[in-house]
């Protein structure tokens, strides 16, 4: 982590690039939809915080958007939910779109660099990354087992993983299970 | 004396065949990847020279924007953001969809992939998903923008769409398209736009030649809910083609011969599947129609080989195995073969056993996936002697080990309509051949040794008793069908067209004071049943009541009022009251609705005859 990131300015517009490599410099972290800096792990300390990694372009991610919102809404004393974007590619008005689309009530962040990637060693888009209130990472993987593989889910989910999460992390108790992979799209595919 | 004909036997509305249609869907994984061709492949995959080509052929129809894929795959940026996925998927064999397994007797538009492509795509991405030199890559695949098959002679849009929610489980949906057609057209081709692509898994057309599904609607055009229908048909006239679409679906063109029949007042009934995206979507589908001048002159058939009456699967049984067989009265071609079950289904099996002995293999899928349900048509048709016994065997998995289990904990299932239910079907689409054109339309045979079959393997069974007694009426055999008929309303006391047809067959085999009975039970049912009315109507006349029969045919002509037996009838009957002019006004109407009808035509001249006398 805390890699040093070299910054060539080598580009013939060299006043855009130098924008675009000052925030890139300054980001090391997440952005918001703004493009300003973000790190949701130092917001509200009183709150467990949830990552929720997705892609547009990825139906499995897309088919999660009611019981993210859902899920969201019935710990929102408990837990701090953030959406991010680890496609580099992704517009700020391409992902607004997205969550007037799906009905997100959540605040949305890039993670270009996978910054948050990888501290919430997200591998596949639906995942998530669960951080107790010292901020430790407690669980990362799938929501719940809804998806069998690409081309089954089941009629209902019959593992909560990410609601167990939560509920553990926020009373101050372990969290039973702390890694389960999802399926979906792999972020590595991104690179 | 006025020489007058009341309705025959042949008037008699019945409901021929009762075809319960099916619709259904779903996915697969098989974890293979056999390291072949390791040694064969390059050593340096690109993108451009090696896997391009692939792609190109085999994901681009679908991955591309307005198909039913979720991304597009069209370049190397698009396979590159999903490389590792789609070694994923092509690797268990879930992507391209395609579910059975290589066998003798090919199928047309196979989807599958050789398992050197397969490997070689996985060699791309463990060395890195290179693409390669600009010079490699193949041109774009070009594709049909809109009809594939031109603009349609006819294009219908459901009136009403439905709005998918966001979630929940998946929606079976049937959209009615009414035909507006004057005359009879015979369609070489359909081309099925379910609405958005993504969000339907598969959908299918049935043809209601009776309006029967009509009467689900809350309201024209309205649609209604429901993943398995039934439909009933006039006459007999076999469902003879599978309308079917799912992802990829290249519209299918009628053979040389072969059409589709539409008359007026044929309905189209579009039975989706569709998939919840997330966020509430719009769905309206349209039907495009390729008629065609010519008259058909080969007629299929759908032959069904079932056995929904065995689907009783325990709680947690893993190998449930149901059967069913069926031995072809006549010499066929199979061209098409569709099976159908729900989410227990794991291992289908379709086999035919020739006079000889040798055992083919129709079809074999050993990973059943209800979301990618399909037809399969065949690259040739398969000869099926006479004698040929045809078999399915279907093994379904009711444990907690089969994910796509609609129960958890599992809990007994039986066969059933809804999708929670399980079904334990396969349609054959066959072409009679061989046979002597004056011994009758050979789908008959057919038709009766398959209803012989069904009553003797589920005596307890309505639909048998009752398609058994819509073949023997369809032969005259008026008693026996009235003894099959007996059978069927005795198993569904209520049922309205079971007692129409039954009271229809008596009052045709000169019992009418028996048939009374079943009619008004029919319209107790239901009231609005225009044959029923019509039935009863006849049956009345035929006992002298002649204004108890008026009555009856004023009725139907307020359910269908362009009707023009109806009309000759309520003409006759008002004759024989001695009510000329009213007789002669219907008798007129009956003309200029159909100018050959011959009743009508009889009387009037008769009855202007008998006026003139006066």
Same mark, same amino acid.
Request: glycine fraction near 6%; hydrophobic fraction near 40%; proline fraction near 8%.
């Given at each position: ?51 929720? !990694? ?8 897309? /088919?999660?958007?009611?019981? @993210? ?45 996978? #910054? ?31 998806? #069998? ?43 | 004396?006025?020489?007058? /004909?009341?309705?025959?036997?042949? +008037? ?9 249609v099916l619709a259904a869907f ?24 090696? @896997? ?5 052929r085999s994901c681009s129809t679908c991955h591309r924007p307005g198909e039913a894929a ?26 391209p969809p395609w ?8 199928f047309a538009d196979e989807m ?11 060699? +791309? ?6 693409? =390669? ?8 695949p070009k594709f049909v923008e809109g009809w594939r098959l031109g603009q349609p002679d006819l294009v219908l849009t459901a009136i009403k769409p439905l709005?998918l ?7 079976y949906w049937n959209f009615i398209f009414p035909v507006p057609i004057?005359?009879t057209r015979w369609v070489k081709a359909v081309e099925i736009r379910p609405g958005d692509k993504r969000y339907v898994h598969h959908a299918n057309i049935l043809v209601d030649r009776?309006?029967?599904l ?7 055009g309205?649609g ?5 229908i039934?439909i ?7 469902d003879s083609h599978l309308l079917f679409w799912k992802p990829g679906t290249i519209p299918y063109v009628e053979p040389e011969g072969m059409a589709l029949r539409l008359d007026k007042?044929t309905d189209l009934v579009l039975n989706t599947h569709l998939q ?5 979507e719009v769905i309206q589908p349209s039907i495009g129609l390729y008629f065609t001048p010519r008259a058909a002159?080969k007629v299929p058939?759908l ?32 061209m098409a073969i569709y ?5 227990? =289904? ?21 990973? +059943?996936?209800?979301n990618w349900q399909a037809v399969y048509r065949y690259l ?36 059933? $309509? ?9 349609w054959?689409q ?12 050979? /789908? ?10 069904? #009553?003797? *393997? ?13 073949? &023997? ?32 067959? &008596? ?16 319209? *107790? ?39 023009? $037996? ?20 219907? !008798? ?12 009508? *035509? ?13």
């Amino acid at each position: 982590m805390g890699l040093g990131r070299l910054c060539f300015l080598n580009r013939p517009m060299f006043v855009a690039a130098a924008v675009f490599c000052a925030a890139l410099a300054q980001a090391q972290t997440a952005l918001d939809l703004e493009g300003r800096a973000v790190s949701p792990l130092a917001a509200d300390s009183s709150k467990v915080v949830v990552l929720v !990694f997705l892609r547009r372009d990825c139906p499995v991610s897309s /088919r999660y958007a009611p019981e @993210i919102q859902q899920i969201s809404k019935q710990y929102a004393d408990r837990a701090a939910f953030w959406l991010v974007y680890p496609d580099k590619t992704e517009t700020p008005q391409a992902i607004r779109k997205y969550l007037q689309d799906y009905g997100y009530r959540l605040p949305a962040l890039r993670d270009p660099d996978h #910054v948050l990637v990888k501290l919430g060693r997200a591998q596949i888009t639906p995942e998530v990354a669960v951080f107790d209130r010292d901020r430790r990472l407690v669980y990362d993987g799938r929501i719940d087992d809804w998806y #069998v593989d690409l081309s089954r889910a089941r009629p209902a989910p019959t593992t909560h993983e990410l609601e167990d999460a939560i509920r553990a992390a926020s009373s101050g108790k372990p969290v039973a299970k702390s890694e389960v992979r999802g399926v979906g799209c792999y972020i590595s595919d991104l690179e | 004396m006025l020489h007058l /004909r009341l309705g025959m036997n042949s +008037w008699l509305r019945v409901a021929g065949s009762t075809v319960i249609v099916l619709a259904a869907f779903v996915a697969v994984g098989t974890l293979s990847g056999s390291p072949a061709a390791r040694s064969s492949a390059p050593a340096q995959v690109t993108f451009n020279r090696d @896997i391009a080509p692939i792609i190109f052929r085999s994901c681009s129809t679908c991955h591309r924007p307005g198909e039913a894929a979720p991304f597009s795959l069209l370049n190397f940026s698009d396979a590159k953001k999903h490389a590792r996925q789609i070694v994923d998927v092509t690797q268990s064999r879930a992507m391209p969809p395609w579910l059975p397994e290589p066998q003798k007797l090919k199928f047309a538009d196979e989807m599958r992939l050789a398992d050197s492509e397969i490997n070689l795509i996985r060699q +791309w991405v463990e060395q890195g998903a290179i693409e =390669g030199a600009p010079a490699d890559l193949p041109p774009p695949p070009k594709f049909v923008e809109g009809w594939r098959l031109g603009q349609p002679d006819l294009v219908l849009t459901a009136i009403k769409p439905l709005t998918l929610p966001p979630s929940g489980t998946d929606t079976y949906w049937n959209f009615i398209f009414p035909v507006p057609i004057q005359e009879t057209r015979w369609v070489k081709a359909v081309e099925i736009r379910p609405g958005d692509k993504r969000y339907v898994h598969h959908a299918n057309i049935l043809v209601d030649r009776a309006g029967s599904l009509r009467q689900r609607e809350s309201a024209p055009g309205a649609g209604f809910g429901g993943m398995e229908i039934r439909i009933e048909s006039q006459v007999f006239d076999p469902d003879s083609h599978l309308l079917f679409w799912k992802p990829g679906t290249i519209p299918y063109v009628e053979p040389e011969g072969m059409a589709l029949r539409l008359d007026k007042g044929t309905d189209l009934v579009l039975n989706t599947h569709l998939q919840p995206s997330g966020k509430p979507e719009v769905i309206q589908p349209s039907i495009g129609l390729y008629f065609t001048p010519r008259a058909a002159t080969k007629v299929p058939m759908l032959l069904q080989l079932e056995n929904d009456a065995k689907l009783d699967i325990p709680a947690g049984q893993k190998d449930f195995l149901v059967t069913d067989e069926f031995t072809l009265p006549i010499d066929v071609e199979l061209m098409a073969i569709y099976p159908h079950a729900h989410y227990l =289904g794991r291992d289908i099996q379709a086999l035919a056993t020739l006079p000889g002995g040798t055992t083919e293999t129709l079809i074999h899928i050993p990973h +059943w996936n209800l979301n990618w349900q399909a037809v399969y048509r065949y690259l040739e048709p398969v000869r099926l002697p006479k004698g040929t016994k045809v078999s399915l065997r279907y093994v379904y998995d009711n444990s907690e080990e089969n994910p796509l289990n609609p129960n958890h904990p599992p809990a007994r299932v039986m066969g059933g $309509n809804r999708s929670s239910d399980e079904m334990c079907h396969l349609w054959l689409q066959v072409l009679p051949v061989n046979f002597d054109p004056a011994q009758g339309d050979p /789908r008959m045979a057919l038709q009766e040794a398959l209803a012989r079959h069904d #009553v003797e *393997k589920n005596p307890a069974d309505f639909e048998a008793h009752y398609n058994l007694a819509a073949m &023997l009426q369809a032969k005259d055999r008026l008693d026996a069908a009235i003894r099959e008929y007996e059978l069927a309303v005795r198993l569904r006391p209520e049922d309205a067209v079971a007692n129409n047809a039954l009271g229809a067959a &008596l009052v045709g085999a000169g019992h009418p004071e028996q048939g009374v009975g079943y009619l008004q039970a029919a319209l *107790k049912t239901r009231p609005e049943y225009f044959d029923a009315r019509y039935n009863l109507g006849l049956a009345l006349a035929a006992q002298n009541d002649f204004e108890g029969a008026a009555q009856q045919f004023r009725l139907a002509l307020k359910l269908q009022p362009d009707d023009a $037996n109806v009309e000759a009838n309520l003409g006759a009957a008002l004759a024989e009251m001695g009510q000329f002019p009213g007789a002669k006004a219907h !008798f007129e109407r009956a003309l200029q609705i159909d100018p050959n009808q011959a009743i009508a *035509k009889e009387n009037l001249q008769a009855l202007q005859k008998a006026m003139g006398a006066h």
